[in-house]
């Protein structure tokens, strides 16, 4: 049997619940169970008439699961007169001087919070752990630097039976821990990824706006904070648990132009197997930004890749490099002459100096010395691949005016793609062509020697020879494109 305590949220489960479908939760294991513990438990409390089937079939799903008792005692304390006393010592807090951290609560501890959680009663374990929460969220709204103390929020092996009070103190007490401050204020402890992910997996209903708090608290740019790097986890992790919001949390970074890691972290999670370049996730986001997006969009998104590259002057894995990694095989897939193994990883890049290293570079780095074997128009493309292409080379451009470095890979990939493919006479077709020329203008670097010169002098010289041939479309002639390239 599993370690409950390795279970994380499951998206079926949390799909049931969050549509208050609880008839197919019996086919699940009490570990798969025991994250939602809080809500189902919570929803045995329910005395509607109209719900007592429901409250029925969920005590009997609760029989085998030994930690339900005790969450039930967690709703038993009179939490009117502990909301009083934590009220008070908020006022108490307010007046103290900014230099003392301990609340009037933890101060009178003599062995440590953790093992006077652990011995004391349950109304005493509320004052404790809250008291330490509500301190840690006053914190965040002065906005200080100095790191309030959060041992009970810290320590793994207490996490569980913390995260099952927090929750039931959440409903009980929704005025006083705002999911929006909980959270933010969860964020700066050890275990904040796996609290907050378990309050959302209980309060499915606050997705959002959790998801749109931590969003708004982020950073505009990439950031090494670790507040930050655990920010974009949860988010992901929130993500993984609904897919369905993913484009929501998208949507939100990019209306407010904050974490754009985050933003290519879901696209690439979002990949499916055998997607197209239209449909593929991680094309569409930066078409959309790249190429649709507002002035104010791409001034951000180069920013960011500038950051990032000037930040990571040596191989590192980050959301770019990644990015970088799958344009990359994309642009592979329309070659013939260098074969990829699917099983072995690209190694990712954010600077030009990177060196070659994997078994790929180097067929790569030894086709570059010799181009002028490239097999010239050798591989026809249908309509639908010509628009994936036009998609995939227009944003590789864009990527590349914004301030991204390209590699000597990929400027070798590029070239060989754009000098080695026969697009067919249609309008898509020579919509491609115009853009391959366009590229070329916009990327001189791409002709860096000799060799490289030949081979699209050789491709330039198939185009003035079919002219006729690509004529026959609808589509305007890409002649005046050729002469201002020959310029």
Not at 76 to 84: C, E, G, H, Q
Not at 282 to 287: K, N
């Amino acid at each position: 049997m599993d370690d409950p305590h390795d279970v994380a949220p499951n998206p079926v489960v949390f799909s049931l619940v969050s549509s208050g479908d609880t008839s197919g939760l019996d086919q699940f294991r009490k570990e798969v169970l025991r994250p939602f513990l809080p809500l189902l438990v919570g929803s045995t409390l329910n005395t509607c008439e109209d719900l007592l089937n429901v409250v029925w079939s969920i005590q009997k799903l609760l029989l085998d699961i030994k930690e339900a008792n005790r969450v039930v005692t967690y709703y038993s304390i009179d939490f009117a007169t502990l909301r009083s006393d934590l009220l008070k010592e908020q006022q108490l807090r307010r007046k103290m001087s900014r230099g003392s951290k301990s609340s009037g609560t933890t101060r009178d501890t003599e062995h440590g919070v953790c093992r006077e959680f652990e011995k004391g009663s349950i109304e005493r374990k509320y004052r404790l752990l809250l008291s330490e929460l509500l301190s840690l969220m006053a914190e965040e709204d002065k906005s200080s630097k100095e790191k309030a103390v959060t041992e009970l929020l810290d320590a793994s092996a207490l996490k569980w039976e913390i995260v099952d009070m927090v929750c039931v103190a959440m409903v009980m007490m929704s005025s006083l821990l705002p999911p929006r401050g909980v959270t933010q204020a969860l964020l700066q402890s050890h275990e904040g990824v796996f609290l907050i992910l378990q309050i959302v997996a209980n309060f499915p209903s606050y997705f959002d706006q959790i998801a749109r708090g931590l969003i708004q608290d982020g950073e505009a740019q990439e950031g090494v904070s670790p507040s930050n790097q655990s920010r974009t986890l949860v988010l992901r992790k929130m993500c993984q648990l609904d897919p369905s919001r993913c484009s929501f949390v998208q949507t939100v970074a990019l209306e407010q132009l904050k974490m754009p890691s985050l933003v290519l972290y879901l696209s690439h999670d979002l990949l499916k197997e055998g997607s197209s370049a239209m449909q593929d996730s991680v094309v569409t986001l930066l078409y959309n930004i790249l190429i649709c997006g507002s002035g104010a969009e791409r001034s951000w998104f180069s920013q960011y890749l500038k950051l990032v590259q000037h930040k990571y002057r040596r191989s590192h894995v980050s959301a770019l490099s990644i990015v970088r990694q799958h344009l990359y095989r994309l642009l592979a897939g329309y070659s013939e002459g260098i074969t990829l193994n699917n099983d072995q990883e690209v190694e990712p890049m954010d600077t030009v100096d990177t060196d070659v290293n994997t078994e790929e570079e180097m067929d790569v780095a030894k086709a570059t010395n010799d181009i002028e074997e490239f097999p010239q128009n050798t591989s026809h493309l249908s309509d639908e691949e010509c628009m994936n292409l036009t998609v995939l080379l227009k944003v590789c451009s864009a990527l590349k005016s914004l301030g991204l470095f390209v590699s000597k890979k990929e400027a070798y990939m590029l070239l060989y793609v754009i000098t080695s493919l026969t697009p067919p006479p249609t309008n898509c077709g020579v919509q491609l062509i115009k853009t391959m020329i366009a590229v070329l203008i916009a990327s001189p670097f791409l002709i860096s020697n000799k060799q490289r010169e030949e081979a699209v002098v050789k491709w330039l010289k198939y185009l003035l020879d079919k002219q006729d041939f690509y004529n026959k479309t609808d589509s305007a002639s890409y002649s005046d494109l050729l002469l201002l390239l020959a310029i």
